[in-house]
């Protein structure tokens, strides 16, 4: 079977958690206890304008958001049209 990488979401995985290793990266433990919840943890990785701030915040008032390090390494940042 061949294997299929994604350079792109290589270098994102490298570029916003540099310091994890492979075995935490590959932990569901890990992912879950590192997930990105609020707007603050966020703004960690991408700048956000006010406007986006404010509409965060008001989903997050009514819904939680758990974003896992994993799939925000699949985010195309550069992408308006990424679906995730």
Same mark, same amino acid.
């Given at each position: 079977?061949?294997?299929?990488?994604?350079? @792109?979401?290589?270098?994102?995985?490298?570029?916003?958690?540099?310091?994890? @290793?492979?075995?935490?990266?590959?932990?569901?433990?890990?992912?879950?206890?590192?997930?990105?919840?609020?707007?603050?943890?966020?703004?960690?990785?991408?700048?956000?304008?006010?406007?986006?701030?404010?509409?965060?915040?008001a989903v997050l008032a009514k819904?939680?958001?758990?974003?896992?390090?994993?799939?925000?390494s699949l985010i195309d940042l550069n992408n308006p049209?990424?679906?995730?």
């Amino acid at each position: 079977m061949r294997s299929i990488t994604n350079d @792109s979401y290589l270098e994102r995985k490298q570029k916003y958690f540099p310091n994890v @290793s492979d075995a935490d990266w590959d932990s569901w433990h890990w992912q879950v206890r590192n997930r990105l919840q609020t707007t603050q943890d966020l703004e960690k990785f991408i700048t956000l304008n006010d406007d986006e701030k404010k509409s965060i915040e008001a989903v997050l008032a009514k819904f939680r958001m758990a974003i896992t390090p994993y799939y925000f390494s699949l985010i195309d940042l550069n992408n308006p049209d990424c679906p995730i």
